[in-house]
């Protein structure tokens, strides 16, 4: 034992000892001449840009390759090492040839002869993407579609601050959204109902911008509806266990909100049936806009117990068996959105910051005439969630599964 410490204690002393004496040993030869040239065998256009292949040159004095071009007046340059044999150049604005120069870079930083290679960049996204702006409740909506190559995307919303009846435009910006999605919908709500006019643009990171659109829109009236006289009206054949309302996990959490009281949920339990359903007695005539719903915080990040796809029904007079007759209709169905799309079947797919903000922050669902409900904004008292699958049980056989909603509001308009 004492031969091994000996031996140790040696062996950490040697290596101090040669550490402190050696010092760096540079092998960098600032005399070495300029690697030689690459040499471009192709150019492939893409929106905005182009990839540049080349070959690279045998010279043992190369670290590197780099390309330097011009952007909007601004001089940019992309690199890749020795073990890269192509290089990208983006963030045109327009389809125009563009001459660009490559330079072989040497371990003491010289640089080569530049090579010259010109390029033809495609139509870029934000010139390709299409975008509009329509009239919703409460205020307007920014529609965008088409961002097949999922670009780096801000959507600019503008509105006049002159009054109507005023000559000429004072453009002032409301909003601006920012996505990278194929296809994406933004609300700006909390305006009045009444004749407006609003323009909107895209913008790439490049500062690169597309035509502007001006429309004269109208908001449709909203208000976020009083939840005071909201009540638990379970019906025979809803699914949830009676007992878990008076456990904690409350039905009324949906509306009371996570301030009322630690349970800040509205759970079933781990074995309810799917598809499982509640019934909310909304104590006054509604007719519903949107709804917006929380998960719990910093839980089921698009996964587990929250639910994936859902209905909203309504009704007038429910029957009091619980039955699904025609005292009730469908006002929508829905998939809880994710702004980076989802994978193949039940793959959720990465999540990105802009789907975690959307998760606890944004999450809606507006009810818009379908082919399946055709008429959503009926006048109802009641309202029938009916779970279809949670994100546990999406794309799977399972008929049994928990739920969990941290709360519901709802906007439209009252009617009594």
């Known amino acids: 034992m004492k031969k091994k ?93 563009q001459e660009v120069k490559l330079y072989s870079v040497g371990v003491n930083g010289k640089l080569s002869t530049p090579v010259l290679a010109t390029i033809k960049p495609l139509v870029p996204p934000v010139r390709t993407t299409n975008f509009d702006i329509e009239s919703t409740f409460g205020g307007v909506v920014v529609l965008m579609e088409k961002n097949y190559s999922k670009a780096d995307l801000s959507i600019v919303l503008l509105a006049d601050t002159l009054v109507p009846s005023s000559t000429g435009r004072r453009w002032a910006e409301m909003q601006t959204f920012y996505t990278k999605s194929p296809e994406m919908k933004f609300s700006r709500r909390g305006l009045k109902s009444k004749e407006a006019y609003f323009a909107a643009y895209l913008r790439d990171r490049w500062n690169n911008v597309s035509d502007t659109i001006y429309k004269t829109l109208t908001p449709i009236e909203e208000i976020k509806l009083p939840k005071t006289e909201f009540r638990n009206a379970m019906l025979p054949t809803d699914t949830y266990d009676p007992v878990d309302n008076n456990n904690g996990y409350r039905m009324e959490q949906l509306w009371l909100g996570p301030e009322q009281s630690s349970y800040a949920m509205f759970a079933t339990r781990h074995n309810a049936p799917i598809p499982q359903w509640f019934t909310i007695d909304l104590g006054h005539k509604m007719s519903i806009s949107r709804i917006q719903k929380w998960p719990r915080p910093d839980y089921e990040l698009y996964s587990s117990v929250a639910p994936r796809v859902f209905q909203v029904w309504g009704s007038m ?100």
Not at 31 to 48: C, I, K, M, N
Not at 71 to 84: F, H, L, T
Not at 357 to 370: A, G, H, M, R, S
């Open 5 to 97: 410490i000996y031996f140790l204690s040696m062996l950490i002393f040697l290596c101090w000892y040669g550490c402190k004496e050696e010092g760096r040993i540079d092998h960098i030869d600032d005399s070495a001449p300029a690697p030689a040239q690459v040499t471009v065998e192709s150019t492939f256009s893409r929106p905005g840009g182009a990839v540049i292949k080349y070959k690279i040159p045998d010279d043992e004095n190369l670290l590197g390759v780099k390309v330097v071009y011009t952007r909007n007046g601004e001089i940019c340059e992309s690199k890749a090492s020795k073990y890269v044999d192509t290089l990208v150049v983006e963030g045109f604005g327009n389809t125009d040839s």
């Open 317 to 416: 007079n429910p029957n009091p068996d619980g039955s699904w007759d025609d005292s009730w209709h469908l006002l929508g169905e829905f998939e809880q959105f994710k702004p980076s799309g989802y994978g193949e079947g039940r793959e959720v797919g990465p999540i990105t910051d802009e789907d975690k903000d959307y998760w606890y922050n944004k999450t809606e669902f507006e009810l818009t005439p379908t082919e399946k409900a055709p008429d959503p904004h009926q006048t109802v008292t009641h309202l029938r969630f009916k779970i279809l699958s949670t994100f546990a049980t999406y794309g799977t056989d399972a008929t049994r599964g928990q739920m969990i909603i941290a709360e519901l509001t709802f906007w439209g308009q009252l009617k009594d």
